[in-house]
């Protein structure tokens, strides 16, 4: 579904990504490894074309995507949950949902009472603003709006920072639902028990580069890798 090669992008005139490769097949869930600074962010951003890609290819369903803006590339079928959640904090949860869905101009299966099933917590809170929710709370919005616009790949940008053991689990659950509704996931993450438990397969970051890539099991299994590139 998602083919990139020889990724080399930054932010200016600062290179961040030297050379980055990897692959997303339907139907799995990927993760990025790393420690902070590896260049996870940067790589779901020159995905989705919030970054400068200065040379490399990056494929989405055979269409490429390095030189596209953003709002292309969402209508593409490509949904993007930063790690700062970019809600709109003065519209309500519901206002939020509605205005993804417009936006993207794509039809499909996710609509609000889906949505709503999914986070029974939203529905209570659908008159809220956006000021006036929990950080936790803001998450399930801003992965809800991501799935109003109907998407065939979800990007999420470190999913479970800041979240209490038991709201990761609840999350990873919900994750699970989403993969069996039919959505790719590439994710980026440092928390590697989280990563395991939900991920097929992972590509471990260090300085911009892809040091190692296989299934969870194998990357997390070797303690060699774990200690030098994972390791906080």
């Given at each position: 579904?998602?083919?990139?090669?020889?990724?080399?992008?930054?932010?200016?005139?600062?290179?961040?990504?030297?050379?980055?490769?990897?692959?997303?097949?339907?139907?799995?869930?990927?993760?990025?490894?790393?420690?902070?600074?590896?260049?996870?962010?940067?790589?779901?951003?020159?995905?989705?074309?919030?970054?400068?890609?200065?040379?490399?290819?990056?494929?989405?369903?055979?269409?490429?995507?390095v030189g596209r803006p953003p709002?292309?590339?969402?209508?593409?079928?490509?949904?993007?949950?930063?790690?700062?959640?970019?809600?709109?904090?003065?519209?309500?949860?519901?206002?939020?949902?509605?205005?993804?869905?417009?936006?993207?101009?794509?039809?499909?299966?996710?609509?609000?009472?889906?949505?709503?099933?999914?986070f029974p917590a939203l529905r209570?809170?659908?008159?809220?603003?956006?000021?006036?929710?929990?950080?936790?709370?803001?998450?399930?919005?801003?992965?809800?709006?991501?799935?109003?616009?109907?998407?065939?790949?979800?990007?999420?940008?470190?999913?479970?920072?800041?979240?209490?053991?038991?709201?990761?689990?609840?999350?990873?659950?919900?994750?699970?639902?989403?993969?069996?509704?039919?959505?790719?996931?590439?994710?980026?993450?440092?928390?590697?028990?989280?990563?395991?438990?939900?991920?097929?397969?992972?590509?471990?970051?260090?300085?911009?580069?892809?040091?190692?890539?296989?299934?969870?099991?194998?990357?997390?299994?070797?303690?060699?890798?774990?200690?030098?590139?994972?390791?906080?």
């Amino acid at each position: 579904m998602l083919t990139a090669e020889g990724l080399v992008a930054g932010y200016g005139g600062s290179v961040v990504l030297h050379g980055v490769g990897f692959s997303v097949q339907r139907g799995e869930v990927v993760a990025l490894l790393g420690r902070n600074g590896a260049g996870k962010t940067t790589t779901l951003r020159a995905v989705v074309g919030l970054v400068h890609v200065h040379r490399g290819s990056v494929r989405f369903r055979d269409v490429e995507l390095v030189g596209r803006p953003p709002f292309e590339v969402a209508r593409l079928g490509i949904a993007y949950v930063p790690d700062d959640r970019r809600i709109f904090p003065d519209l309500t949860v519901e206002e939020n949902l509605l205005l993804a869905r417009y936006a993207s101009g794509r039809e499909g299966p996710w609509d609000l009472q889906r949505v709503y099933g999914l986070f029974p917590a939203l529905r209570e809170l659908r008159h809220l603003r956006g000021t006036q929710l929990s950080g936790g709370q803001q998450k399930m919005l801003a992965l809800g709006r991501a799935l109003m616009s109907n998407p065939e790949l979800l990007l999420l940008d470190e999913p479970v920072e800041g979240l209490a053991p038991l709201v990761v689990r609840q999350l990873e659950q919900t994750l699970r639902e989403i993969r069996q509704a039919g959505v790719t996931i590439l994710l980026a993450d440092q928390n590697l028990r989280f990563c395991r438990r939900i991920a097929d397969r992972g590509y471990v970051l260090d300085k911009g580069t892809v040091r190692l890539g296989g299934t969870l099991q194998a990357i997390t299994s070797d303690e060699q890798t774990v200690r030098q590139y994972l390791a906080v």
